[in-house]
């Protein structure tokens, strides 16, 4: 059996050789469009994570502190970074 070795340089041609006639047809707006809101969604989740990432760091430390008033407000906060959390979500699966 005859192996060929493929380079990184033929292995990239031949992918653009198949990627070539979806994304240069007529009627991709939508595909892009598609594209766009995924990744707008993904940077969302991933913003959404970060803050409550920080959330979690203030909640513990205002808990370890006992520092009442700033633990009622950050338990406040809690509900709207999950609903917008559970928003983009829902939303990206939908999208999917």
Do not use: H
């Amino acid at each position: 059996m005859i192996t060929i070795p493929i380079t990184l340089r033929m292995l990239i041609a031949k992918y653009l050789c198949l990627l070539k006639p979806f994304w240069l047809r007529k009627n991709n707006k939508t595909s892009v469009l598609l594209i766009i809101i995924i990744l707008a969604m993904i940077l969302g989740v991933v913003k959404i994570q970060v803050w409550l990432n920080d959330w979690n760091n203030d909640f513990f430390n205002a808990l370890s502190q006992k520092e009442t008033d700033k633990l009622w407000q950050l338990v406040l906060w809690f509900p709207a970074l999950l609903g917008i959390f559970v928003l983009i979500s829902v939303n990206k699966n939908m999208v999917n």
